[in-house]
């Protein structure tokens, strides 16, 4: 079984790869979002919903993580698109425990209990027998928050009814190596993304994300989930992120401090992206064959109950 450093450092891999003034917001009384569709929606309809998010920024210093085996943490998120991204996981009794950052040219990942600070350039990572961790593109984690853009001229298919309010759209994406395929499920009435399934061109399942608890924020204009589960089938590892507030287009610290790597005394600074630098075992990609559906699955929608939407 994975040791939990090792998990640890996956997930801070997966978050590095990623990402007017709101403050924070209470659950109560949140306000309903408005309806995106009136009537079932058309592709360019809804690439036109996905692509009319205000977010640039968004910021939570009340969240948890939970990975399976794991008790939750605390955890603070901070991320501006396309590329800048903080994710820091402490304890109240061992204090920081986990420290994850992402800019423009790199991405480092520091564990308490690791022995060095992990880096490397996004443009070497890419090509590197370290990205068998996490074989995904580098901005899939805050689409998997729905925070997203949308080739309108991309090569899609659908969208399909799968009921329950659900459609389903399918997209070829482009990579280095090669076309990917994603599944997205969204919701018929609001628009939320509920899901993201990608995978390889043979089948093989590389990332999965499922949101629900979404909240809309009229200020911006935009609904944005509070339970994110992250699926990463080639890394055997999954985890949820659950936020209790977010603050949008502003951030609580300047840019500067939260996008540029810091000194970790005492531990060793190791460039993932070296051809020199090998795998921890039970890190390399091995074949994954997928679950069986899980049936009983069903979106959270805050106020409504199901048969309601419309």
């Known amino acids: 079984m994975m040791s939990s450093t090792l998990r640890l450092l996956l997930v801070a891999t997966s978050l590095a790869l990623v990402p007017g003034c709101t403050w924070w917001r209470g659950w109560v009384n949140a306000p309903q979002a408005p309806r995106a569709f009136s009537t079932a929606p058309s592709l ?8 009319a998010n205000t977010v640039r920024q968004l910021e939570t210093e009340r969240a948890r993580i939970s990975l399976d085996g794991l008790p939750s943490l605390s955890a603070r998120l901070a991320l501006e698109r396309p590329r800048n991204l903080r994710f820091r996981v402490e304890t109240g009794l061992t204090g920081p425990e986990l420290d994850v950052g992402s800019n423009d040219e790199l991405f480092w990942m520091w564990a308490k209990r690791s022995e060095a600070v992990f880096f490397a350039r996004h443009d ?3 090509g590197s027998a370290a990205r068998q961790m996490i074989p995904i593109q ?14 309108p001229n991309g090569k899609h298919e659908g969208p399909y009814d799968r009921g329950n309010h659900r459609l389903e759209v399918i997209s070829q994406l482009p990579s280095s190596d090669g076309d990917l ?5 969204v919701n018929d009435v609001y628009g939320w993304i509920l899901e993201q399934h990608v995978y390889d061109q ?17 200020a911006e204009g ?28 502003t951030l609580s610290i300047s840019s500067e401090q939260l996008w540029t ?10 460039d993932v992206a070296d051809p020199r630098f090998s795998l921890p075992p039970g890190a390399r990609n091995v074949p994954y064959s997928p679950p069986a559906p899980r049936t009983g699955f069903r979106p959270e929608v805050r106020g409504l109950e199901q048969g309601s939407l419309r």
């Open 138 to 151: 580098p901005e899939w984690i805050s689409e998997a928050m729905g925070i997203m853009y949308f080739d």
């Open 202 to 218: 043979r089948g093989q399942l590389l990332a999965s994300s499922k949101t629900s608890g979404h909240r809309y924020y009229p």
């Open 181 to 185: 395929k994603r599944v997205m499920i």
């Open 44 to 51: 360019q309809q809804i690439a036109e919903h996905i692509n």
């Open 261 to 270: 790597m810091p000194r970790f005394e005492g531990y060793q600074v190791v």
């Open 124 to 126: 070497q990572y890419a």
């Open 222 to 249: 935009v609904s944005l989930p509070h339970h994110i589960e992250i699926q990463l089938p080639p890394a055997d590892l999954s985890f949820a992120l659950d936020v209790g507030q977010y603050r949008i287009n």
